[in-house]
């Protein structure tokens, strides 16, 4: 008999290769005030090469979710991975943005692979009552690995140059590829017959749950993305700060948003509900970025800031466990991608859209207007339908 490894050392490994894949696709954000302020690239122009690397992971998200129903865990995340190094090595050679933008959709294509197949490493190795807490770590890897990409890009493209930033996060994500070949796929329950009231069924058909969690994750985005992409911006154009004090506070909020992620998740399980939760998340976000709107140019604002840096990420790790519970171990896999196609759908909008209005109205619009996303999120957001499972 075959021992199954330790739920935590899988977590762990599931976290280390979205970490890595999030470190490489949030690159190009934090290259904005360089490109900007000392090459003098449009907001536009930046912020669509921002936008790259979530355009590839948005096209991608439903077929890894698929190669994952499929081929397992492993297979997916190690040959994403081996996409995430393959398209940051050959952004290091690029001479020209556009060439540059078209390596970070490569890279994006490849990190796709890691949002379903950590997602399911934690839904097949945890039980319910421990699975939002468990969730909630995994989904850690996503601001650790923005606030790793914002201590460490602008800082050393300040120091060496843009090659030597992408450099480094190349070798994170070939290691990383490496260390995920230790996976384990989860055991899955035999296929039942395709008979109406079990979850080899398809779980749209019949009622709108999922897609309106898809959709309110999709709003919810829309702040989430205007604070990350423009926050390190907006304390050196507009609050003067240094780029090394400013990313310094940009990664201490995305620290902040990992421990809000686990302490969601901790207070779904206690709750017995994922869907509450996320609706009083939406609350305190729309709530939040219309204070940072009216504040912006205050200390205040910057309060505001770090505290809408950790309120709007709060949610994805809700909505992702929401989705899997609703969705059964037969369709997890392409549910995922079908919620994270939706958000990153949106999210690439974000970067080039709110760069415009920032140049023709300032920030205080543009943080304050994303605010209406949050607000029609808490309307969207279901009622639970379904115990957890």
Same mark, same amino acid.
């Given at each position: 008999?075959?021992?199954?490894?330790?739920?935590?050392?899988?977590?762990?490994?599931?976290?280390?290769?979205?970490?890595?894949?999030?470190?490489?696709?949030?690159?190009?954000?934090?290259?904005?005030?360089?490109?900007?302020?000392?090459?003098?690239?449009?907001?536009?122009?930046?912020?669509?090469?921002?936008?790259?690397?979530?355009?590839?992971?948005?096209?991608?998200?439903?077929?890894?979710?698929?190669?994952?129903?499929?081929?397992?865990?492993?297979?997916?995340?190690?040959?994403?991975?081996?996409?995430?190094?393959?398209?940051?090595?050959?952004?290091?050679?690029?001479?020209?943005?556009?060439?540059?933008?078209?390596?970070?959709?490569?890279?994006?294509?490849?990190?796709?692979?890691?949002?379903?197949?950590?997602?399911?490493?934690?839904?097949?190795?945890?039980?319910?009552?421990?699975?939002?807490?468990?969730?909630?770590?995994?989904?850690?890897?996503?601001?650790?690995?923005?606030?790793?990409?914002?201590?460490?890009?602008?800082?050393?493209?300040?120091?060496?140059?843009?090659?030597?930033?992408?450099?480094?996060? *190349? =070798?994170? @994500?070939? +290691?990383? #590829?490496?260390?995920?070949?230790?996976?384990?796929?989860?055991?899955?329950? !035999? $296929?039942?017959?395709?008979?109406?009231?079990?979850?080899?069924?398809?779980?749209?058909?019949?009622?709108?749950?999922?897609?309106?969690?898809?959709?309110?994750?999709?709003?919810?985005?829309?702040?989430?993305?205007?604070?990350?992409?423009?926050?390190?911006?907006?304390?050196?154009?507009?609050?003067?700060?240094?780029?090394?004090?400013?990313?310094?506070?940009?990664?201490?909020?995305?620290?902040?948003?990992?421990?809000?992620?686990?302490?969601?998740?901790?207070?779904?399980?206690?709750?017995?509900?994922?869907?509450?939760?996320?609706?009083?998340?939406?609350?305190?976000?729309?709530?939040?970025?219309?204070?940072?709107?009216?504040?912006?140019?205050?200390?205040?604002?910057?309060?505001? *800031? =770090?505290? @809408?840096? +950790?309120? #709007?990420?709060?949610?994805?790790?809700?909505?992702?466990?929401?989705?899997? !519970? $609703?969705?059964?171990?037969?369709?997890?896999?392409?549910?995922?991608?079908?919620?994270?196609?939706?958000?990153?759908?949106?999210?690439?909008?974000?970067?080039?859209?709110?760069?415009?209005?920032?140049?023709?109205?300032?920030?205080?619009?543009?943080?304050?207007?994303?605010?209406?996303?949050?607000?029609?999120?808490?309307?969207?957001?279901?009622?639970?339908?379904?115990?957890?499972?």
């Amino acid at each position: 008999m075959t021992r199954s490894p330790s739920p935590w050392l899988m977590l762990v490994i599931g976290m280390l290769g979205q970490l890595a894949g999030t470190l490489v696709v949030s690159t190009p954000p934090f290259l904005i005030p360089h490109l900007h302020l000392r090459e003098d690239v449009s907001l536009v122009s930046a912020g669509a090469l921002a936008a790259a690397p979530t355009v590839g992971t948005m096209l991608s998200l439903v077929a890894w979710g698929a190669v994952v129903d499929r081929f397992g865990e492993r297979l997916a995340m190690a040959a994403g991975l081996a996409l995430v190094t393959i398209g940051a090595a050959g952004a290091f050679t690029s001479d020209s943005l556009g060439v540059l933008g078209a390596w970070f959709f490569l890279c994006g294509v490849g990190a796709a692979s890691t949002n379903a197949a950590s997602g399911r490493l934690v839904v097949g190795w945890f039980p319910a009552r421990r699975r939002g807490f468990a969730m909630g770590i995994r989904q850690t890897a996503l601001p650790l690995g923005v606030g790793a990409a914002a201590l460490l890009v602008p800082n050393v493209v300040d120091a060496a140059g843009l090659r030597p930033a992408i450099l480094t996060v *190349a =070798v994170v @994500a070939a +290691v990383a #590829t490496l260390v995920s070949l230790a996976i384990v796929d989860p055991p899955r329950p !035999e $296929r039942p017959a395709p008979t109406p009231g079990t979850r080899r069924d398809n779980p749209y058909r019949g009622h709108g749950t999922l897609a309106r969690i898809h959709l309110a994750s999709a709003l919810l985005v829309i702040p989430q993305y205007a604070i990350w992409t423009f926050l390190l911006l907006w304390l050196i154009d507009a609050h003067h700060w240094s780029t090394t004090a400013a990313s310094a506070l940009v990664a201490v909020t995305h620290l902040l948003s990992a421990a809000g992620r686990i302490g969601v998740g901790w207070w779904s399980d206690r709750l017995g509900s994922r869907l509450r939760p996320m609706r009083w998340v939406a609350i305190a976000a729309a709530a939040i970025m219309l204070g940072l709107g009216l504040l912006q140019g205050s200390m205040i604002g910057i309060a505001l *800031a =770090v505290a @809408a840096t +950790v309120v #709007t990420v709060a949610d994805n790790g809700l909505a992702f466990t929401a989705v899997a !519970e $609703r969705a059964g171990p037969f369709w997890s896999g392409r549910a995922f991608g079908f919620q994270n196609t939706g958000q990153y759908l949106t999210a690439a909008a974000v970067p080039p859209l709110v760069g415009a209005v920032v140049t023709s109205a300032g920030y205080g619009w543009a943080f304050g207007g994303v605010a209406i996303a949050a607000a029609l999120a808490v309307f969207v957001i279901p009622d639970d339908a379904d115990p957890l499972q």
